[in-house]
């Protein structure tokens, strides 16, 4: 069963078959950093840079419906489109740089949609995960 998530640029997911949530960094198969998100003109694109122990790092730049990067024999990273965000920011006072709050305007930050697919072993994590406690 394809696992499917939504990442914004500059966040990383880490995969591997033995992964301590607790030591990410030592533990980890694979590492995708997900450096840019493209939404032009109909054109969807994520830029992605892997890390993999056995391979070392690569660049690769992933279109929705296109090609799948292979991680490895058994699983893949695919993009299926993207998926807009919409945020208020929060505004700084521009004399002392206190947050004064959120601002008016709404910006749409891009999101990709992935589909990763492997064995039940294999396990994600994301970066930006928290503890059940």
Same mark, same amino acid.
């Given at each position: 069963?394809?696992?499917?998530?939504?990442?914004?640029?500059?966040? &990383?997911?880490?995969?591997?078959?033995?992964?301590?949530?607790?030591?990410?960094?030592?533990?980890?198969?694979?590492?995708?950093? &997900?450096?840019? $998100?493209?939404?032009?003109?109909?054109?969807? !694109?994520?830029?992605?840079?892997?890390?993999?122990?056995?391979?070392?790092?690569?660049?690769? $730049?992933?279109?929705?419906?296109? !090609?799948?990067?292979?991680?490895?024999?058994?699983?893949? $990273?695919?993009?299926?489109?993207?998926?807009?965000?919409?945020?208020?920011?929060?505004?700084?006072?521009?004399?002392?740089?206190?947050?004064?709050? $959120?601002?008016?305007?709404?910006?749409?930050?891009?999101?990709?949609?992935?589909?990763?697919?492997?064995?039940?072993?294999?396990?994600? &994590?994301?970066?930006?995960?928290?503890?059940?406690?």
């Amino acid at each position: 069963m394809p696992l499917r998530i939504a990442r914004a640029a500059g966040s &990383v997911f880490y995969g591997g078959e033995r992964l301590d949530p607790d030591n990410l960094e030592d533990t980890f198969d694979h590492r995708v950093w &997900v450096r840019s $998100v493209i939404d032009l003109d109909g054109r969807h !694109e994520t830029l992605l840079n892997v890390h993999t122990k056995r391979k070392g790092h690569q660049e690769i $730049v992933l279109e929705a419906g296109g !090609e799948r990067l292979q991680l490895t024999d058994e699983v893949f $990273v695919e993009m299926t489109g993207i998926q807009p965000y919409y945020t208020k920011p929060r505004e700084n006072c521009p004399d002392c740089g206190r947050d004064v709050g $959120v601002m008016n305007k709404t910006f749409m930050l891009p999101q990709a949609r992935l589909i990763v697919v492997g064995p039940r072993s294999y396990q994600i &994590v994301r970066d930006d995960a928290r503890k059940k406690t």
